[in-house]
Nanobody, 127 residues
Framework: QLQLVESGGGLVQPGGSLRLSCAAS????????IGWFRQAPGKEREGVSS????????IYSDSVKGRFTISRDNARDMVYLEMNILKPEDTAVYYC????????????????????WGQGTQVTVSS
């Protein structure tokens, strides 16, 4: 059974950093594209970052580019989102999501691309 479990969220002051983790199990992790999404209260879910199955060519939304870094460790079936210079507007529930890529090396920030989702982890940026 495919499972994604996020962790690492919490309360942080503006300008601070957090590292989110996404642990995958139940599938051939290195054949899947992974995306990070977030949903703030009263807003639609938005794509934050995505990484292809081999860990190359990550993409980012304009709102986080230069502050967030996505990475993956296929030996450990893990994906990470390093978040720096956090702002109050980064406050949201963060989700990781997976899409079967096969031999393709694809990335996507579109929610509809991903059939598999974790339960989310709360990130709150506040002083």
């Amino acid at each position: 059974q495919l499972q994604l479990v996020e962790s690492g969220g919490g309360l942080v002051q503006p300008g601070g950093s957090l590292r989110l983790s996404c642990a995958a199990s139940g599938f051939n992790f290195d054949l899947y594209t992974i995306g990070w999404f977030r949903q703030a209260p009263g807003k639609e879910r938005e794509g934050v970052s995505s990484i292809d199955r081999v860990g190359d060519s990550p993409i980012y939304s304009d709102s986080v580019k230069g502050r967030f870094t996505i990475s993956r460790d296929n030996a450990r079936d893990m994906v990470y989102l390093e978040m720096n210079i956090l702002k109050p507007e980064d406050t949201a529930v963060y989700y990781c999501a997976a899409e079967f890529a096969g031999i393709l090396r694809s990335t996507s920030l579109k929610e509809s691309t991903y059939p598999y989702w974790g339960q989310g982890t709360q990130v709150t940026v506040s002083s």
